[in-house]
């Protein structure tokens, strides 16, 4: 099998072809729950199988491994074009700003954010890929590829995937045929039931019970139902399907966070008048708190997310001193990396400038300022992900606003628009080094890898382009609504809005709760860089908590539901455990799907 084979026509229309589904199902599940998902798994699975039949009657075969890779590279490319801003930058500007764009525009702006973070990737493959930095998701996606095709990597992939593991422990292994039935029986109960719930406008059903709150200044107490302040049994298995594939401890986390924040923080801000309450309130008191707690939620999620990038970056830096990595740094001086990167830097920085100060009216020295920042904090993400599996794009988004938000105050549209090139580029950085580390695993080209990424974001632009407009028509109305609640919009406007304004009025008490909820989030960092590992699992997740915090209460108990799932089937059924994130996938997959050609048909 030679490189220039693996760049096959089937190979790169495969990738493009799930690409967009799973660009859709990013987009949908962003909006909904601010989170994400590496669709890598579900596009090996999928590709496979599909040319186990295609290559039958065609005459051609299943894929090959490398082509395989080929089309993961592709796929999640695509997928992770949610990262560029539709689901957090975005909407945001538009909600500040009234700003919108054209869907040629939008897509053209997500790509100029993706190849901002593909050109730093591009910058540091060689230095990533000879350091010892793991790339778990990477080293993950070549475990199942060597798994489906029967074909030894370059290395031992079991010393990187079991090295947390207790001596003795194996991983159940599950043939990769039995993983692609179970994700299709997923993407199929998934899709029945949001088609069902939705088409029938079936209702949340609620949960009994009250709690009493005694206003002050008032002769009684009033009852506040569960019901009225939000909990329910959400009949949506893609929150259930979130749980399953982020775990136990944010499923949790997220329960916790809900239990304390609903059942004990908002009664506390009705009892004190925080917030007005109508004499004869006929609406959720949900929706009487939801913006105080906002400001908290967010502060806990920023401050956790800051403070554990902060602390990651520094056990990064201390390790390769330690080891004595230095020397790979030379690899990504401007002359070893060569004139056609330097071409391509200049290149895409110029139209990242240019698009800045053309569709968002940004001064050239902050827009200009904006990409060098990015360059830097992605180079940093880059880092941290391959250590830890998790790309920091929002704390990097963050950093991008406070700096901005000092250095050019009560300017919201280059507060935001800056900050979305940094994040966007640190996800797109770190989806292409995890895949160039599968590509490394298994001997594949990273020219063609590199290939098959800028196919996958430009069609992950374009279906961008096309259906956040569908899903998103009026950002302002829907943005926080139970249908789209949107947290990630949410955090980066309010964000936005703080550094934003010389006169920020804020609700009586909420700057005391910013102050604690930032106390939390840094606290409960700190313990978790110090503590071992057995006991870092029973610390509850600080950016979970602060999610809580910003969604309805029937939406965390929905994600406990599939962490706490997650865990009873590895206890109780350890030889199912594989299954856990390929069905938790197939519940994100189906309904996402589903509810975006119902927002398109104007049914969702």
């Not at 610390?539 to 962490?563: N, R």
């Amino acid at each position: 099998m030679t490189e220039r084979s693996s760049l096959t026509a089937r190979a790169l229309v495969t990738g493009g072809l799930l690409g967009v589904p799973l660009a859709v199902c990013n987009i949908y599940a962003g909006l909904k729950i601010g989170w994400g998902f590496n669709m890598s798994v579900a596009a090996v699975l999928i590709g496979f199988v599909s040319w186990r039949g295609l290559g039958a009657l065609t005459g051609g075969g299943p894929l090959t491994i490398r082509e395989s890779n080929i089309n993961q590279t592709a796929a999640s490319a695509a997928a992770s074009i949610s990262s560029a801003g539709v689901v957090a930058a975005i909407p945001a500007l538009t909600i500040m700003t009234g700003r919108t764009l054209s869907p040629v525009a939008l897509a053209t702006w997500l790509l100029s954010v993706s190849l901002v973070g593909i050109i730093v990737a591009i910058a540091l493959r060689r230095s990533m890929m000879s350091s010892e930095l793991p790339f778990p998701h990477g080293v993950a996606a070549a475990e199942l590829l060597s798994q489906l095709h029967q074909v030894p990597v370059a290395t031992s992939i079991a010393d990187v995937t079991n090295s947390d593991k207790a001596d003795g422990d194996e991983a159940p292994t599950v043939s990769g045929a039995a993983r692609s039935v179970a994700l299709v029986i997923a993407i199929a109960l998934s899709a029945v039931v949001k088609a069902v719930v939705e088409v029938l406008s079936l209702e949340r059903p609620t949960m009994p019970g009250w709690i009493s709150v005694h206003r002050i200044r008032a002769r009684r107490a009033r009852r506040l139902t569960f019901a009225k302040l939000g909990f329910g049994i959400d009949p949506s298995l893609l929150m259930v399907g979130a749980g399953a594939v982020a775990g136990p401890r944010v499923g949790v986390s997220m329960g916790l966070g809900a239990l304390v924040t609903w059942l004990v923080i908002a009664p506390h801000i009705l009892q004190q008048r925080m917030v007005s309450w109508p004499k004869h309130a006929v609406v959720l008191y949900h929706d009487l708190v939801k913006d105080w707690l906002i400001w908290p939620g967010v502060a806990l999620m920023v401050s956790a997310s800051l403070s554990g990038f902060l602390i990651s970056t520094g056990k990064v830096i201390y390790k390769r001193r330690r080891d004595g990595h230095e020397a790979h740094a030379a690899t990504t001086t401007p002359s070893a990396l060569g004139w056609r990167w330097l071409l391509g830097a200049a290149g895409v920085a110029a139209l990242s400038t240019v698009l800045q100060v053309w569709l968002f009216e940004i001064v050239w020295w902050v827009a200009a300022g904006a990409v060098v920042l990015s360059f830097l904090l992605a180079v940093v993400a880059a880092r941290v992900s391959g250590e830890t599996g998790i790309t920091p794009k929002g704390p990097m988004g963050k950093l991008t606003q406070l700096t901005f938000g000092l250095l050019h105050p009560q300017a919201p549209a280059a507060n935001l628009m800056t900050a979305c090139v940094t994040a966007g580029a640190a996800a797109q950085c770190g989806d292409l080094l995890h895949d160039l580390k599968t590509g490394a695993l298994i001997g594949a080209s990273p020219a063609r890898q590199i290939t098959a990424q800028l196919v996958g974001v430009i069609i992950g632009a374009i279906v961008a382009g096309v259906v956040y407009p569908m899903l998103m028509p009026d950002p302002v109305k829907l943005i926080g609504t139970d249908a789209w609640p949107a947290p990630a919009v949410q955090m980066w406007k309010a964000v936005a809005e703080l550094l934003g304004s010389k006169n920020a009025s804020l609700a009586p008490g909420v700057t005391q709760a910013i102050l604690i909820a930032s106390g939390v989030g840094l606290t409960l960092s700190v313990l978790e860089a110090v503590a071992s590992k057995g006991w870092r699992r029973y610390l509850p997740g600080p950016a979970s908590l602060g999610l809580a915090m910003v969604v309805p209460p029937y939406i965390s108990l929905a994600i406990a539901a599939g962490g706490i799932g997650a865990w009873l089937v590895a206890r109780l059924s350890p030889r199912r455990v594989p299954y856990i994130v390929v069905v938790g996938s197939g519940f994100i997959a189906g309904e996402s799907l589903v509810g975006a050609v119902l927002a398109a048909l104007g049914a969702g």
